[in-house]
């Protein structure tokens, strides 16, 4: 694990410790049955209409870009997305390195099922514990991010069945061969190439075309962060990518429907 993912898986564990208690599976499940039913975020990500799909991240700031959009309203900018054609929406809910909050993502959620249709939305975090998926399913999320390297097998599996009993999908990050070999094995079904070497901040997306082609072919295709415009993403479909995972460069956009229709029609 890099030293700044490090450093921030720290941090979470000790923001959430006093938060920590069993949470047994019936109890998930109980939960994801008096509530109501989030838009399945695996679906959004087979669009099959030839386009790429687009995950649309709301995101204030990050360890490297630094402030990106320190006054966004998390509603206002999903509604800009949603109107754009996003497929699916990550809302970052890490307040410390991210600037976002889970009142982001339950401020989306409510906002869309108030007024339809609704985008699902992944629940971006640095997630350790089941707790933290009972907090995604009442925020209204459609999934949850399992970050692999940074986590042992038996966290991996506890939050895969949590994310499974509590109706939610799984989007599974690697950075490598032995990462992609431990998701497999875990059973994911949406896996996504994190392109940014977090130990240096760097974007290969390099990463995403050695990587993806190694999939097993019905697993659903992510490719993350470095994806800055047209001939990015064409390089990430060239390597089978049913999807993108965009950030900043939609936060930046003048454009943000152009930018992002670009996107999804590139290669």
């Not at 699916?88 to 889970?102: I, N, P, R």
């Not at 047209?230 to 454009?255: F, I, S, W």
Request: proline share 6%; aromatic share 4%.
């Amino acid at each position: 694990m890099s030293d700044k993912l490090t450093e921030i898986m720290a941090w979470k564990r000790r923001e959430i410790a006093g938060l920590i208690r069993p949470v047994p599976l019936a109890e998930l499940s109980v939960l994801d049955a008096s509530l109501p039913r989030p838009p399945s975020f695996a679906a959004a990500l087979r669009r099959g209409d030839g386009r790429l799909a687009v995950i649309a991240e709301i995101k204030r700031r990050s360890p490297s870009a630094g402030t990106i959009a320190s006054g966004i309203a998390a509603p206002d900018q999903a509604v800009k997305y949603r109107a754009a054609g996003a497929s699916a929406l990550s809302v970052l809910t890490d307040e410390k390195y991210f600037g976002g909050t889970l009142d982001d993502l339950v401020a989306v959620t409510t906002h869309f099922r108030r007024n339809p249709p609704a985008v699902p939305c992944l629940r971006k975090d640095f997630m350790v514990h089941p707790i933290q998926v009972r907090q995604a399913r009442e925020a209204g999320a459609s999934a949850i991010l399992i970050i692999v390297r940074a986590l042992d097998d038996a966290e991996i599996e506890a939050l895969h069945e949590a994310a499974r009993a509590a109706g939610l999908d799984a989007l599974f990050e690697i950075h490598n061969e032995a990462e992609l070999d431990r998701a497999v094995r875990h059973g994911a079904r949406i896996i996504g190439v994190n392109n940014r070497d977090l130990a240096i901040f760097k974007t290969d997306l390099g990463l995403s075309e050695r990587l993806i082609p190694r999939f097993p072919k019905d697993v659903i295709a992510v490719s993350e962060s470095g994806i800055h415009g047209p001939a990015d993403a064409a390089r990430a479909r060239g390597a089978g990518a049913h999807a993108l995972l965009v950030g900043e460069a939609l936060m930046k956009a003048p454009d943000t429907a152009a930018l992002l229709d670009a996107l999804a029609r590139a290669g």
